[in-house]
């Protein structure tokens, strides 16, 4: 049986360790070299819920999210009385759903798994407690951030993100990329995150592929904040 010295495997830490780093200079983009994708929206918006579950999606089913990171916030045109009751646009369900997403992000700070659940709710908004929660797990830990403060200490804090966005939201979904409003251009995220990105790190497959599709002309879908929606 063959043994490493003491040397021997001091230079095989030291090999890996320098194939490690030369792996994450050439692949993955440092954090301070990541583009910011940001997405302020509303659960029961339909066209936020078509972006989430259409769209978004290609984030993570793509290499996209080595170049960038994703940060949801669920707010929307909802509105902050004096009192500090919050009122969405869609109702009281929709408040509820935004602050399920809230504490979702609270349970796996990690976009890539607090997006799944997201996108599991938004899919299924009347009946996902059940499929959700038995897919992606975390119903304790979201259940009792719901029936708590912290859920409406969450939703706060979203709404002074989204209420102090410069320039201020028009509408939802209100996509970011590095704090600029995409405005009518939301659905072509993938291009702007591409045309973002100044790091060392090679570019995505997906860069490629979106920077040669042809863009659709296609009418703004967006939801006004002084529209009225009935469920």
Not at 18 to 28: A, E, G, K
Not at 71 to 100: M, R, W, Y
Not at 165 to 173: F, S
Request: proline fraction near 4%.
């Amino acid at each position: 049986m063959a043994y490493f010295s003491s040397s021997n495997k001091l230079m095989f830490f030291f090999s890996a360790s320098l194939l490690l780093f030369l792996f994450s200079t050439n692949f993955v983009a440092g954090e301070s070299d990541k583009v910011k994708l940001n997405l302020y929206y509303e659960s029961l918006c339909p066209y936020c819920h078509k972006f989430i579950t259409n769209d978004l999606v290609k984030f993570f089913k793509s290499d996209l999210h080595r170049i960038a990171d994703l940060k949801l916030v669920p707010f929307g045109n909802a509105k902050v009385s004096d009192n500090l009751t919050v009122t969405c646009q869609h109702g009281e369900e929709e408040c509820k759903l935004n602050a399920i997403a809230a504490c979702a992000i609270r349970t796996w700070p990690n976009p890539k798994m607090h997006y799944w659940f997201i996108r599991c709710v938004e899919k299924n908004t009347k009946n996902w407690g059940e499929s959700c929660f038995k897919t992606y797990g975390g119903e304790k830990a979201i259940r009792d951030c719901y029936a708590g403060d912290l859920s409406k200490k969450l939703i706060l804090g979203y709404a002074k993100q989204t209420l102090n966005l410069k320039p201020k939201k028009k509408y939802v979904p209100w996509v970011t990329v590095n704090g600029t409003p995409l405005y009518d251009n939301y659905d072509d995220f993938v291009a702007q995150v591409c045309k973002a990105y100044n790091g060392k790190a090679p570019l995505p497959k997906l860069c490629y592929s979106s920077a040669s599709a042809k863009k659709k002309a296609l009418k703004l879908q967006v939801s006004y904040a002084n529209e009225a929606f009935h469920y």
